[in-house]
C-alpha cells in the first residue's frame, strides 16, 4: 500500500505518468515484435539467401538514393509504388527488402505479409548496413 501511496503522491505524479507510459511502450514493442510475420536478417544472412534462385531482392528506396549503390539483381519499386506493383512480385519466391537504413523496407516487408507473401525478410540496417559490412554495391 506504500508504493501506491508513493507512486500516486502529488510531488511524484509526472514520475509515475513517466514510468507508466515507459512500461506501455515496452510491452507494445514487445508484442508487436512477437506479431510481425517476416524476418528482421543481417547482411551476412541475406548472402546466404542470395544463393537461393527463388529469392527477389526488393529496394524500395526513391530512384535518387540509388545513384549511391544498389544491389546486384535487385527489383526496384520505390516505397510509395509498391502497393500499386504488388502483383509483378511472385508470392512463391522469398522477398529481401531494402531500404537506406531498414525502417521503411520494414513497413513494406509487413505490408508484404499482410498480402499473403510467406517468406519476407527485412534487411536490418539497410543499404548503410550492408556497405559497412563490405558487401558488394553496384553502381
Known sequence: MEIIDFLLAEDQLFTTITLFILIAL???NI???KLKKYEDIDASAATELMDDDN???LDV???KERKAGYIKGDVHI???DVKNQL???DKNKSILVYC???SRSAHIAGLLTRNEYEKVYNLKGGIQAWKRA???VST
Open 26 to 28: 515496452l510491452v507494445g
Open 100 to 102: 537506406r537504413s531498414g
Open 61 to 63: 528506396r526513391e530512384q
Open 78 to 80: 520505390p516505397l510509395s
Open 134 to 136: 563490405k558487401m558488394p
Open 87 to 89: 502483383s509483378k512480385l
Open 55 to 57: 529469392l527477389i531482392i
Open 31 to 33: 508484442v508487436a515484435d
